[in-house]
C-alpha cells in the first residue's frame, strides 16, 4: 500500500503502476459531468476555468446530501467514460490526477501520457465507507448544479487503485 500526499508531484506520478493499491491524503476537486461540460465550453470560448486545475487531482463524484453532522453524504465514484471526451483538454492544462470507476478512453489514455498523468479507481459500492476518508469540503463554483457543483475535498487516506499508469499500464487490458 503506497501512501502519497496531494498534490500529486512528478515522482510520485512515475512512481505509480497499474494495479497498486494507494491511500491518498490532501487537497483534490470534484466534477462530474455537468461540470465537465461547462469547463469544456469555457475553453471551447477562449474562457479561462473558475477554477485551477493545473497539478490537481479531480474526483468524478456527486455526493448525496450530508446528514446533519456530517461532512458530506455518501460520496462512491462515477463511471469516468461520460467525462472522457473533456479529459484530453484538462489533461493538457494540466491536471495531473482522476478519480472514477470503468475503462478509459484510448484518446484519454494517450493524453494521460502525453502529460504525464494517471487514473485511479475507487471502489463501486463503498460510498459511505470513502465518505469518511473526506474531512473537509467546500463548494468552488457551479453550485447551481447541486450536488454536482464543483468541490474541495481534504481527504485522509482515501483508499483507490492505480487503474491506468502514466506510462499507459492499465488494469482493465491485462
Not at 508531484?9 to 497499474?18: F, T, V
Not at 478509459?104 to 470513502?130: C, D, Q, T, W
Request: glycine share 10%.
Amino acid at each position: 500500500m503506497k501512501k502519497i500526499n496531494l498534490p500529486l508531484k512528478k515522482e510520485d506520478i512515475e512512481a505509480l503502476h497499474a494495479g497498486d493499491s494507494v491511500l491518498l491524503t490532501g487537497w483534490l476537486i470534484t466534477g462530474r459531468d455537468a461540470a465537465h461540460k461547462r469547463f469544456y465550453e469555457a475553453l471551447q470560448k477562449g474562457e479561462p476555468l473558475p477554477v485551477n486545475i493545473k497539478d490537481e487531482t479531480i474526483y468524478y463524484v456527486g455526493p448525496a446530501p450530508a446528514k446533519p453532522g456530517h461532512i458530506t453524504g455518501p460520496a462512491g465514484p462515477t463511471s469516468s467514460y461520460r467525462m472522457d471526451k473533456y479529459t484530453p483538454a484538462l489533461l493538457d492544462l494540466g491536471l495531473k490526477g482522476m478519480i472514477g470507476k470503468g475503462t478509459r478512453s484510448p484518446e484519454v489514455v494517450g493524453a494521460m501520457v502525453k502529460n504525464g498523468a494517471v487514473y485511479f479507481a475507487a471502489v463501486g459500492g463503498a460510498a459511505a465507507l470513502i465518505a469518511k476518508a473526506i474531512k473537509k469540503e467546500e463548494i468552488l463554483c457551479y453550485e447551481d448544479l447541486g450536488t454536482e457543483a464543483v468541490r474541495r475535498y481534504y481527504v485522509e487516506e482515501f483508499p483507490c487503485i492505480v487503474a491506468i499508469d502514466s506510462f499507459g499500464g492499465n488494469v482493465y487490458e491485462r
